[in-house]
Nanobody, 128 residues
C-alpha cells in the first residue's frame, strides 16, 4: 500500500518562501504521476502543480513564475518550492500520486488501472 507524507508547511509572511516535500513509500516502482493540490476554507480543492503521466509539468495560472515543482531521481519524492507567497496561497496543501497497476484487489486489468493516493495535507498560512 502506497503511503504519502507531506511536510514543510508553516506560517510565513507575505513575500516569503516555503518548500514542501512529498514522500511516497510502500512501492519499489516509480510513480506515474505526482503533484500538489490545495484547498482553502470554503473552496474546492485545486491543482497547484504536478508532473503528468507523460512526464511534463502543469501549473495553475495563479502560481506560475512563483512556484516550482521538482522530483528526485527515484521519482517518488516531489518538492514544491513556493516563492513570493501571498495571502491567497493560504490553504492545506495535499500531495497526490498515481501508480499504474495490472492487479488490484484480486482483479486483473489487462490495460492497467491507475490508482491514486493522497497525503493528509500540510497547512500553509501566509500572513499579511
Amino acid at each position: 500500500q502506497v503511503q504519502i507524507v507531506e511536510s514543510g508547511g508553516g506560517l510565513v509572511e507575505v513575500g516569503g518562501s516555503l518548500r514542501l516535500s512529498c514522500s511516497a513509500s510502500g512501492t519499489t516502482r516509480d510513480l506515474d504521476a505526482i503533484g500538489w493540490y490545495r484547498q482553502a476554507p470554503g473552496k474546492q480543492r485545486e491543482l497547484v502543480a504536478g508532473f503528468t503521466r507523460e512526464g511534463s509539468t502543469d501549473y495553475a495560472d495563479s502560481v506560475k513564475n512563483r512556484f516550482t515543482i521538482s522530483r528526485d531521481a527515484s521519482k517518488n519524492t516531489a518538492y514544491l518550492q513556493m516563492d513570493n507567497l501571498n495571502p491567497e496561497d493560504t490553504a492545506v496543501y495535499y500531495c497526490r500520486a498515481e501508480l499504474l497497476v495490472s492487479f488490484h484487489r484480486g482483479t486483473y486489468y489487462p490495460e492497467g488501472r491507475y490508482l491514486e493516493y493522497w497525503g493528509r495535507g500540510t497547512q500553509v498560512t501566509v500572513s499579511s
